[in-house]
């Protein structure tokens, strides 16, 4: 798949299935809706569509990466039904919880992303340490997308931005790339403008997808930092989180 038609794929895929699930409310309309950090109530429909359309579109690339983003979104998807009433978050209150025998949708977020990730690095890559640092990078941008999802427009903007300098890229790696800036351009608009939220599962998907572009397009040293960023970016999540808000 060239870069521009999956970059028409993964856009036009959200927005479609977005305009779809705004059709049809499955559940009913209240189950779609949400308070933001303002007080303003905006829909969740662009978290499923761009988690969809971003996984549809990615596997047409290559299966394992939409695999990867798949998994990403629906795991993202339970945390934000399961977990929508938890104060707690990230790593460290999950895996404490884990540790006193309480399994948190968090917890089950984070190994069933990084199971999937590891996965896909697999597939994607040839050597085992080639293999381990994808797997990383992949559940890593995922991670890293929803640290971001504090405020309207960070996370997608975050993705769209990272990923725009893959498109320069030929193979795999620009096809995902666009795949990751398409579905983030489509989500861009109504995010910022406080009518739309990404939530766990859009938010997780688009770092995914991203994650992939950066594993398909890099070598072990590219694979090396983005990796060292990645995990840098979890240890320190409460921060990232905080620049976040303040931008």
Do not use: Q
Not at 150 to 163: D, E, I, N
Request: aromatic fraction near 2%; charged fraction near 15%; hydrophobic fraction near 55%.
């Amino acid at each position: 798949m060239s870069r521009r038609a999956a970059l028409l794929t993964s856009a036009l895929l959200t927005r479609g299935l977005t305009a779809a699930l705004r059709h049809r409310a499955p559940g009913g309309r209240d189950r779609w809706e949400r308070k933001n950090h303002a007080g303003r109530t905006v829909e969740l429909y662009a978290g499923p569509a761009s988690a969809a359309a971003t996984a549809l579109a990615a596997a047409r690339v290559h299966p394992a990466a939409g695999l990867a983003v798949l998994a990403a979104g629906a795991c993202g998807a339970y945390d934000d039904i399961a977990g929508a009433d938890d104060p707690r978050r990230g790593f460290r209150a999950h895996l404490g919880a884990l540790s006193t025998g309480e399994v948190t949708s968090g917890a089950v977020k984070l190994f069933g992303i990084s199971a999937a990730a590891l996965a896909a690095g697999l597939v994607l890559k040839e050597r085992p340490l080639d293999r381990l640092l994808a797997g990383v990078v992949i559940a890593g941008a995922a991670h890293t997308a929803n640290l971001l999802d504090v405020r309207p427009g960070r996370a997608a903007g975050a993705v769209l931005a990272l990923a725009v300098p893959g498109l320069a890229r030929g193979g795999a790696g620009g096809a995902l790339a666009a795949v990751a800036a398409g579905g983030a351009a489509a989500v861009l608009p109504e995010d910022v403008g406080e009518r739309a939220m990404l939530g766990d599962t859009g938010a997780h998907a688009l770092g995914a997808a991203l994650g992939t572009a950066v594993v398909s397009a890099n070598g072990r040293a590219g694979l090396l930092v983005h990796a060292v960023a990645v995990v840098a970016a979890t240890v320190y999540g409460d921060r990232v989180s905080a620049w976040a808000r303040a931008l």
